[in-house]
């Protein structure tokens, strides 16, 4: 029997339940939960994308649900946030290694190890993967343009030049247009892009000239395209100060700080964007807005003091973003 | 019979305490409860009928038992706002809801699961359906098949094509 009592004070009800009561079958509730639909694609929502995968295979019911393009969309909406990077390592193993940004358990690659990958990663695009075979198709070099890392923002494909020559190409109306560049510059210095990506439908260039390598800026794209307008104002002195080997010693380095940059990370909130810096031997997540910065990760030792930066494992343009999806190809 | 205390039960419903109005909600087992409706109307299925002026008489609350609506009630008074003095306290109280190890704690919740459900309670259907899925989701196919007495109606050869599509995540 229950036992439910009801006291009034101040006008709120107290309910006090006592747990000695008999209790129905929880199988049959159970099987009542596994049979609502309603109730499932609420639990399903709450569900890690790789659970989900695992209860395809439970009934027809639950593979129905989970592939619903609906369901998938609600489980993943766009923009998605990034969990990690495959980065390709052409310093040591010649593989992705994976560096986790949401845990702080870092041997916990989603899977591992690549070994589907027979070449290489080409880009990550909102949750996809483009990967090279041994046949592929050569694009068109019409322009001055390299064409090996094309950005995809705003309906269109990127790509930027060191010469003349940047353009985009607008998948929907099929054309090719200019794509403008900062002419800002010193002439002095030969153009030098340290990173070119998108985050959360922003498309992000970093150049960095002079001999304080420190002080930058990270531009973004204009959506209508009319310029690169400065986004954020970056400040790398002080991780020189807390990691000292970053700071190159030989008096002839015009650069005073071996550094390169991962992607440029915007957040739902634009307050907790970040970028990575790949000092030797870690990945720092420096915070655009209040200017902190922690280590993500600690790599094993190259064993070689770093002088260039060609001795850092992990380049940009080698650094591919995952994201969690259902997407089903 | 359960005891529900019910002061003054009377089936006219929609009786007023000072300026607030209460509500009067019959379980399905025949339980009546009065409820302040600032209260009741966290649940978007009773704030539809109190809106549709249909609350007007004793609501009926099918499918859930006096048992299950008077935890449903106890949620409700401390989420309305300012019953409970800060977040913190708060979730102290629903992390009641977190652990389903043993059975009776899973029935209370799988009840409530419908019952929030039934009565479209968005903060109490999130509690839950977070809780379950937090003792669920390492599970394995057969586990989950044992845990929800779910009988699979694959054959042999479309398991095996599931399982090879996802391979990576049945690995480690």
Same mark, same amino acid.
Not at chain 1, 133 to 158: A, I, K, R, V
Not at chain 1, 182 to 198: A, L, N, P
Not at chain 1, 202 to 214: D, K, S, V
């Given at each position: 029997? %229950? ?5 009034? =004070? ?65 489980? =993943? ?12 390592? !052409? ?23 690549? =070994? ?12 996809? $993967? ?20 094309? $950005? ?14 940047? %353009? ?8 090719? !247009? ?14 030098r892009f340290r990173y070119f990506g998108e985050s959360r439908d922003h498309l992000h260039l970093i150049e960095i000239y002079g001999p304080c390598t420190a002080l930058f800026y990270v531009y973004e794209m204009e959506r209508h ?24 010693? !030989? ?39 209040d200017k902190s910065f922690e280590k993500v990760h600690e790599f094993a030792p190259v064993g070689i003091k770093i002088e260039v930066e060609s001795t850092l494992e992990y380049r940009w343009s080698h650094a591919f973003q995952y994201?969690?999806? %259902?997407?089903?190809? | 019979?359960?005891? /529900?205390?019910?002061? &003054? ?15 009067? *909600?019959?379980s399905e087992d025949g339980e009546v409860f009065e409820v302040k409706e600032t209260i009741a109307t966290q649940s978007v299925t009773i704030k539809g009928m109190v809106d549709d002026d249909c609350a007007t008489s004793t609501i ?9 609506? /008077? ?40 009840? *409530? ?21 937090? /003792? ?5 196919? &057969?586990?989950?098949?044992?845990? #929800?007495?779910?009988?699979?109606? #694959? &054959? ?12 990576? /995540?049945?690995?480690?």
């Amino acid at each position: 029997m %229950l036992s439910t009592e009801r006291t009034k =004070t101040n006008s709120n009800m107290i309910i006090t339940i006592s747990t000695s009561s008999n209790h129905q079958l929880s199988s049959s509730l159970a099987e009542t939960i596994a049979n609502n639909d309603d109730l499932l694609t609420e639990l399903f929502l709450c569900m890690p994308i790789k659970s989900l995968l695992i209860f395809k295979s439970v009934s027809k019911q639950w593979l129905s649900l989970i592939t619903n393009p609906c369901f998938s969309y609600r489980r =993943t909406p766009i923009p998605k946030s990034i969990v990690g990077l495959f980065v390709y390592n !052409h310093l040591r193993s010649q593989q992705y290694d994976f560096i986790n940004l949401t845990s702080s358990d870092l041997s916990d690659p989603p899977f591992q190890p690549l =070994t589907f990958l027979n070449n290489s990663i080409l880009q990550s695009c909102h949750g996809l $993967m483009l990967l090279c075979s041994d046949n592929y198709c050569q694009l068109p070099t019409h322009y001055e343009t390299n064409f090996g890392l094309g $950005m995809f923002w705003n309906g269109s494909l990127h790509w930027i030049s060191l010469w003349e020559g940047s %353009l985009y190409f607008d998948v929907d109306e099929e054309k090719v !247009h200019d794509l403008p560049m900062s002419d800002t510059i010193d002439v002095h210095y030969r153009r030098r892009f340290r990173y070119f990506g998108e985050s959360r439908d922003h498309l992000h260039l970093i150049e960095i000239y002079g001999p304080c390598t420190a002080l930058f800026y990270v531009y973004e794209m204009e959506r209508h395209y009319s310029r690169w307008m400065v986004k954020y104002r970056v400040d790398l002195l002080a991780v020189a100060v807390a990691f000292p080997e970053m700071v190159r010693s !030989h008096p002839l380095d015009i650069r005073k700080y071996g550094f390169l940059i991962l992607p440029v990370v915007r957040e739902e909130e634009d307050e907790d964007s970040y970028f990575l810096v790949h000092i030797p031997n870690k990945p720092m997540r420096y915070n655009f807005k209040d200017k902190s910065f922690e280590k993500v990760h600690e790599f094993a030792p190259v064993g070689i003091k770093i002088e260039v930066e060609s001795t850092l494992e992990y380049r940009w343009s080698h650094a591919f973003q995952y994201t969690e999806s %259902l997407a089903y190809v | 019979m359960s005891t /529900a205390a019910t002061a &003054d039960a009377s089936s006219s419903g929609d009786t007023t305490e000072g300026s607030v109005r209460l509500l009067t *909600l019959q379980s399905e087992d025949g339980e009546v409860f009065e409820v302040k409706e600032t209260i009741a109307t966290q649940s978007v299925t009773i704030k539809g009928m109190v809106d549709d002026d249909c609350a007007t008489s004793t609501i009926p609350v099918c499918n859930v038992t006096g048992r299950t609506l /008077a935890m449903v009630i106890e949620w409700w008074n401390k989420h309305e706002i300012g019953a409970v003095s800060n977040e913190k306290e708060l979730k102290e109280w629903e992390s009641q809801f977190d652990t389903i190890d043993d059975k009776s704690d899973r029935d209370d919740v799988y009840d *409530l699961l419908m019952a929030a459900n039934y009565l479209n309670i968005p903060t109490l259907l999130d509690c839950c359906t977070s809780a379950v899925a937090e /003792a669920i989701k390492g599970k394995s196919t &057969d586990e989950m098949r044992e845990f #929800f007495d779910i009988k699979s109606d #694959f &054959d042999e050869k479309e398991e095996d094509a599931l399982r090879k599509e996802n391979q990576w /995540a049945f690995e480690n």
